[in-house]
T-cell receptor
Framework: GAGVSQSPSNKVTEKGKDVELRCDPISGHTALYWYRQSLGQGLEFLIYFQGNSAPDKSGLPSDRFSAERTGGSVSTLTIQRTQQEDSAVYLC????????????FGPGTRLLVL | GQNIDQPTEMTATEGAIVQINCTYQTSGFNGLFWYQQHAGEAPTFLSYNVLDGLEEKGRFSSFLSRSKGYSYLLLKELQMKDSASYLCAGQSSYKLIFGSGTRLLVRP
């Protein structure tokens, strides 16, 4: 079956531009997560969506970051006025509803801000 | 706090056994995950421990001691393809809190 997909796989942008990153979770998974992984670092939690509940945005590093999830499926992570320190791999994961369910990761979007 | 510590790098020989340790200081962790991540790829699930003890799955085993805040991943009969980063992650409710990962290099 299809796994988590993300697009674009790579994105190069200029400082100050806005970018949108997309995630398609595994069909039937109601939980969706965004993480950021800087070079040589572990994964940093950004945001969590569960069904129609209010998202947990506690990991978003600044108000330039926002995310939405439409129809309980596809999610978009938006970074406004990008900065060089935003350069990282942005990973999306999805899982079934229960907290102990395994999270399955997408291939990530590699963002480079020049 | 929710700190997760694991060694930065380890080297081992093909065919050998290696143990990757993970320690954590936290409250509220209700499970401990291990993920494997090859360079440039997404993390893939290896194991999950919620109770104390050893979980064995083929060449890979994972151990958890909740009272000691300690886990390890044991890889047996190492193969070259096992060269990757191994990420320890504590689960706090629905969140995964990741360590920085251990880069394992398997030499011939």
């Amino acid at each position: 079956g299809a796994g988590v997909s993300q697009s674009p796989s790579n994105k190069v942008t200029e400082k100050g531009k806005d970018v949108e990153l997309r995630c398609d979770p595994i069909s039937g998974h109601t939980a969706l997560y965004w993480y950021r992984q800087s070079l040589g670092q572990g994964l940093e939690f950004l945001i969590y969506f569960q069904g129609n509940s209010a998202p947990d945005k506690s990991g978003l590093p600044s108000d330039r970051f926002s995310a939405e999830r439409t129809g309980g499926s596809v999610s978009t992570l938006t970074i406004q006025r990008t900065q060089q320190e935003d350069s990282a791999v942005y990973l999306c994961a999805s899982s079934f509803r229960l907290p102990r369910e395994t999270q399955y990761f997408g291939p990530g979007t590699r963002l480079l801000v020049l | 706090g929710q700190n997760i510590d694991q060694p930065t790098e380890m080297t081992a020989t093909e065919g050998a056994i290696v143990q990757i340790n993970c320690t954590y200081q936290t409250s509220g962790f209700n499970g401990l995950f291990w993920y494997q991540q090859h360079a440039g790829e997404a993390p893939t699930f290896l194991s999950y421990n919620v109770l104390d003890g050893l979980e064995e799955k083929g060449r890979f085993s994972s151990f958890l001691s909740r009272s000691k805040g300690y886990s390890y991943l044991l890889l047996k009969e190492l193969q070259m393809k096992d060269s990757a980063s191994y990420l320890c992650a504590g689960q706090s409710s629905y969140k995964l809190i990741f360590g920085s990962g251990t880069r394992l290099l398997v030499r011939p």
